[in-house]
């Protein structure tokens, strides 16, 4: 697939990994990404898919360190834990997986008894992301969820009881919601006992059944109100957008993409950034695409992803190549400086999608 001669310059840069798991239960209504509802996925098949497409990158870019490998979806936690144990043995063989690597799994309740929730952890997962969505059986049954409220805790529970580092999505912004409704998610959020949740604003794509529907969805100015009042409310610190955690719990692979670190995306529906031989590669999964990149173009892609965190984007040559400082100077209330780094002030995130169009040349 590539020259190997100019690979194994490389071989000593890390790689985060992504693995998609296309497979769920059923499609939820809101759902873009690229998954199918299936009751028996061919799971040798798609095993096979998986360990060829990692032995693959192997030969081309040497034993590199891996210092995260999470598996996204979909819903991985429907695969046999013995399926999971072939790819992450196969990653283990094949390149050097770090001792205290993140290795992150995402699950929906009512998919992972004890047994295998147990099961995984032992197979090397440390830490699972759940997809509990929402706190009423209600708005879990208009979003199209297979589980109850109950079912969620529950799951919650278990994986903290095994030891598993353990984080939970919600989607707030549903039709009809109010800031008093976000405020009180965020109340009973705080009962709970995590050190990690993500918060996701629900966004309406096309081709979905949401897509397809008339739903009258809160304007921007309470959406923006429901944002600031999460970050009032939750007792978890914003560390970027949409996620929240105590210190030491933020998630290692997203924190690595977001600050440009390169990473693999592995199977059909991921995506991947290749660092090689100081060139950057825009990569799909499945070996669906391989195409080198131009500077400025992932130097903007670092700004789009770095500057939704709080610690923001590092300034490098590159980054630096394509930012309009002159703006910059002159909006010293949406955006600052520190360092080698810029960011966001707390009005800056407000109106983040216009601050980065005017932010890059």
Same mark, same amino acid.
């Given at each position: 697939?590539?020259?190997?001669?100019?690979? #194994?310059?490389?071989?000593?840069?890390?790689?985060?990994?992504?693995?998609?798991?296309?497979?769920?239960?059923?499609?939820?209504?809101?759902?873009?990404?690229?998954?199918?509802?299936?009751?028996?996925?061919? =799971?040798?098949?798609?095993?096979?898919?998986?360990?060829?497409?990692?032995?693959? #990158?192997?030969?081309?870019?040497?034993?590199?360190?891996?210092?995260?490998?999470? /598996?996204?979806g979909?819903?991985?936690?429907?695969?046999?834990?013995?399926? /999971?144990?072939? +790819?992450?043995?196969t990653?283990?063989?094949? /390149?050097? %997986?770090?001792?205290?690597?993140?290795?992150?799994?995402?699950?929906n309740?009512?998919?992972?008894?004890?047994?295998?929730?147990?099961?995984?952890?032992?197979? !090397?997962?440390?830490?699972?992301?759940?997809?509990?969505?929402? %706190?009423?059986? $209600?708005?879990?049954?208009?979003?199209?969820?297979?589980?109850?409220?109950?079912?969620?805790?529950?799951?919650?529970? &278990?994986?903290? @009881?095994? !030891?598993?580092?353990?984080?939970?999505?919600f989607?707030?912004?549903?039709? !009809? &919601?109010?800031?008093? &409704?976000? +405020? @009180?998610?965020?109340?009973?959020? @705080?009962?709970l006992?995590?050190?990690?949740?993500?918060?996701?604003?629900?966004?309406?794509?096309? @081709?979905?059944? /949401?897509?397809?529907?008339?739903?009258?969805?809160?304007?921007?100015?309470?959406?923006?109100?429901?944002?600031?009042? +999460?970050?009032?409310?939750?007792?978890?610190?914003?560390?970027?957008?949409?996620?929240?955690?105590?210190?030491?719990?933020?998630?290692?692979?997203?924190?690595?993409? =977001?600050?440009? *670190?390169?990473?693999?995306?592995? !199977?059909?529906?991921?995506?991947?950034?290749?660092?090689?031989?100081?060139? =950057?590669?825009?990569?799909?999964?499945?070996?669906? *695409?391989? $195409?080198?990149?131009?500077?400025?173009?992932?130097?903007?892609e670092?700004?789009?992803?770095?500057?939704r965190?709080?610690?923001?984007?590092?300034?490098?040559?590159?980054?630096?190549?394509?930012?309009?400082?002159? #703006?910059?100077?002159?909006?010293?209330?949406?955006?600052? +400086?520190?360092?080698?780094?810029?960011?966001?002030?707390?009005?800056?995130?407000?109106?983040?999608?216009?601050?980065?169009?005017?932010?890059?040349?």
């Amino acid at each position: 697939m590539f020259c190997r001669c100019t690979m #194994w310059k490389m071989k000593n840069a890390p790689h985060n990994i992504y693995i998609h798991v296309p497979y769920c239960m059923s499609k939820c209504n809101y759902c873009a990404f690229f998954s199918t509802a299936c009751a028996t996925p061919d =799971w040798d098949r798609y095993v096979n898919e998986i360990c060829s497409e990692i032995e693959s #990158w192997a030969k081309n870019l040497g034993k590199i360190d891996v210092p995260t490998v999470f /598996f996204g979806g979909g819903t991985p936690s429907l695969m046999p834990v013995g399926c /999971f144990e072939q +790819i992450l043995g196969t990653i283990q063989d094949k /390149f050097n %997986l770090l001792s205290d690597a993140e290795i992150t799994i995402e699950s929906n309740p009512g998919t992972l008894d004890k047994d295998k929730l147990r099961n995984f952890r032992d197979a !090397g997962v440390n830490r699972l992301s759940v997809g509990v969505q929402s %706190l009423s059986d $209600e708005k879990l049954k208009f979003l199209g969820r297979q589980h109850n409220v109950a079912d969620a805790l529950k799951l919650l529970d &278990d994986a903290r @009881n095994i !030891g598993l580092r353990v984080s939970a999505d919600f989607i707030y912004g549903l039709p !009809g &919601d109010t800031v008093a &409704d976000v +405020i @009180n998610l965020c109340n009973r959020i @705080n009962t709970l006992g995590l050190t990690h949740c993500s918060m996701y604003e629900l966004t309406i794509e096309p @081709n979905t059944p /949401f897509g397809k529907m008339n739903l009258q969805m809160p304007d921007n100015e309470t959406m923006a109100q429901m944002y600031l009042a +999460i970050g009032d409310t939750l007792q978890l610190p914003r560390y970027e957008v949409s996620n929240h955690a105590t210190p030491g719990n933020e998630c290692m692979h997203n924190q690595n993409v =977001w600050d440009g *670190q390169p990473y693999m995306g592995i !199977g059909r529906g991921a995506a991947g950034r290749i660092l090689m031989d100081g060139v =950057w590669y825009e990569q799909l999964g499945n070996n669906a *695409q391989f $195409e080198k990149m131009d500077d400025n173009a992932r130097a903007i892609e670092m700004i789009l992803t770095g500057m939704r965190t709080l610690c923001g984007c590092r300034l490098t040559d590159a980054i630096k190549n394509v930012i309009d400082m002159d #703006w910059v100077r002159k909006n010293q209330s949406l955006v600052q +400086i520190n360092g080698d780094r810029i960011s966001a002030t707390p009005q800056g995130m407000l109106i983040l999608d216009d601050l980065m169009v005017k932010l890059v040349k």
